[in-house]
């Protein structure tokens, strides 16, 4: 009986190494989809299937895992994000100096104009802030005085001439519809008439006139009055919208926000009469 009992035994131990090994993946596929339905694997759940299943099965169960979460756009549950607002470039005001209309004359005299465009546009209002100084002297015969804002508007009496020397600090505005067309002809003009009394031009003034604007567009469907504007609201503006009172909180109460970067420019007009050229020197930047 012992004979034949380790005559079975070694039978068995033949078959068991006959037989071929039965690995992980043949297992029953119950337990890995149970596992799969659960969802993403944590270390809690991948344990006891490591030791039912092996750690192959679990690290292809994984795997799939993975790629299908990345099929579907992303690990977990698909989040939907709102829109962000102001999606899309930001409009933008471009100044660009027209040079084929560039005037100079005796005394202070001269003209720069500009044409206002917009890229991406959307209806809403371009503001510019516009500063001035005048650095003006007299001739007296003798000496030359310093002349005062209100001193420089008296002295020049040519008809439909005025400096508005007075006036340091105003703001201009545009509006802009959405297809981008720009108001008031879309141009803006730098000037300066000439600094004589009537028209004597020789031993009369000398000095500089510097004027500084920072253009601004905002979206917005408000009307220029509601932000303080009207027409020749500034005098040196002409007809344009324009406000000699700071905007700053009518635009911050109406809820506006500036759209692009800002555009500087700076205009310097140079001149003496005592000299045999009495033209005036411009620089623009």
Not at 59 to 84: K, M, N, S
Not at 187 to 202: A, N
Not at 256 to 269: E, I, T
Request: glycine share 10%; with cysteine; charged share 20%.
């Amino acid at each position: 009986m012992r004979d034949q009992a380790s005559t079975s035994e070694d039978e068995a131990a033949r078959r068991r190494r006959a037989a071929p090994e039965r690995r992980s993946a043949d297992l029953p596929a119950e337990g890995a989809r149970e596992a799969a339905a659960a969802g993403p694997l944590s270390p809690t759940t991948a344990l006891p299937l490591q030791r039912t299943l092996g750690n192959a099965a679990v690290a292809r169960l994984v795997e799939q895992q993975r790629h299908g979460q990345e099929a579907a756009g992303g690990a977990g549950t698909p989040v939907q994000r709102a829109p962000t607002p102001g999606a899309g470039p930001a409009t933008q005001i471009a100044l660009t100096h027209l040079t084929a209309d560039d005037l100079e004359g005796e005394c202070g005299y001269f003209e720069r104009r500009r044409q206002l465009s917009v890229a991406a546009p959307q209806q809403g209002v371009i503001i510019q802030e516009i500063n001035r100084v005048f650095a003006v002297e007299e001739w007296d015969g003798t000496n030359w005085n310093a002349m005062s804002g209100s001193r420089i508007d008296s002295y020049i009496t040519a008809k439909g001439s005025s400096a508005h020397a007075t006036v340091a600090r105003y703001w201009e505005l545009w509006t802009v519809d959405a297809a981008g067309n720009v108001s008031d002809g879309a141009e803006d003009t730098f000037s300066l008439c000439s600094v004589i009394p009537g028209r004597k031009r020789k031993d009369t003034t000398r000095g500089t006139y510097t004027i500084t604007g920072r253009a601004v567009f905002y979206p917005t469907a408000v009307a220029p009055a509601d932000l303080g504007f009207a027409p020749g609201g500034a005098p040196p503006a002409g007809g344009l919208f324009s406000t000699l009172a700071d905007p700053t909180a009518a635009i911050a109460g109406q809820g506006l926000a500036a759209s692009g970067r800002p555009v500087d420019c700076r205009v310097q007009v140079a001149w003496d009469s005592s000299q045999d050229d009495r033209y005036s020197v411009v620089t623009m930047s």
